[in-house]
């Protein structure tokens, strides 16, 4: 398992590979790997010859009052955790090797990012589409993975491959959670013991919101209202947003007469978390 810096390094590995005809994964990360994204990586190593992990914290999509500076980083943990998953390669730049002086090209997109986290981060995924663009053209990769607890994320990259005909078949993983139920996160390091422990009502919330799904509950209004009064009942939690949004255009939906995303953000003392289910998934 390799660590390369550069991206020439990069191109002429994968140059290597494809000379040997062998098929690319990519699974992009921001680093600080759990099991949620050694998920992603061994669905890679399953289903390609080569799999590249990217390890980078994206400066362009945190806004000016996130966490850029104290996101966690530990590359020695990463590299263990990428070879003991059967990755073959982390690409770990420098800022300035993705983002040269004078960087002013971007890849926005509107409608799908103009509803849930896209409101609260009004610049977050013009960095994301970005950066997973610069990518995918260093990488080229057959497959992308993604995990489904980025729920818009996911749908925001497969919506810029179809629009910009990229020819990489983005791939969507399930959420992995704790034990208790909480969905893996980099960010569930920020939590104190007392704040783990409020941060349940996430997962309380969305099996409750299942739930009602399950047991024929159409109208979103109804779900929405009875998993916002469960997050309300925990008096460290405020919620961002509880929404039900059609799960390709993300835009909100009255009933649930299409397959849909039911997404949740929430302020946990200073932590944002995210939290969803896909009504498909039931
Ligand atoms: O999901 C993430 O960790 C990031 O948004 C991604 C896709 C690696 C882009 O920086």
Redesign the pocket.
């Known amino acids: 398992m390799k660590i390369l810096k550069t991206i020439e390094e990069v191109r002429s590995q994968i140059k290597e590979w494809r000379k040997q005809g062998l098929t690319v994964g990519l699974v992009?990360?921001?680093g600080y790997l759990h099991e949620g994204h050694a998920s992603l990586i061994d669905a890679s190593h399953k289903e390609n010859d080569k799999t590249v992990v990217?390890d980078?914290v994206?400066p362009m999509?945190f806004g000016p009052s996130e966490d850029l500076e104290s996101y966690p980083r530990d590359i020695a943990h990463d590299a263990k955790l990428v070879e003991a998953h059967g990755g073959d390669l982390i690409f770990h730049p420098e800022p300035a090797e993705m983002y040269h002086e004078g960087f002013s090209s971007f890849v926005d997109m509107t409608v799908l990012t103009q509803e849930l986290c896209g409101l609260s981060r009004p610049v977050h995924f013009r960095g994301?589409c970005t950066?997973?663009t610069k990518l995918f053209n260093i990488i080229q990769p057959d497959r992308a993975y993604?995990g489904k607890k980025?729920a818009q994320?996911l749908a925001v990259i497969q919506h810029m491959v179809d629009d910009l005909n990229m020819n990489i078949e983005i791939i969507g993983c399930p959420i992995v959670r704790e034990e208790d139920g909480l969905a893996k996160s980099s960010r569930n390091t920020y939590l104190n013991a007392e704040e783990r422990k409020a941060a349940l009502v996430l997962s309380k919330a969305i099996f409750l919101g299942m739930q009602m799904v399950k047991d024929g509950e159409k109208e979103s209004a109804v779900i929405i209202q009875k998993m916002q009064e469960t997050i309300a009942a925990e008096p460290l939690a405020k919620a961002d947003y509880v929404k039900i949004v059609d799960c390709t255009t993300m835009q909100q939906i009255p009933s649930l007469d299409r397959p849909a995303l039911c997404a949740i953000a929430v302020y946990i003392g200073k932590t944002r978390l995210i939290d969803n289910f896909f009504t498909e998934d039931l």
């Open positions: 992009p990360t921001m990217s980078f994206n999509q994301v950066v997973v993604f980025d994320q």
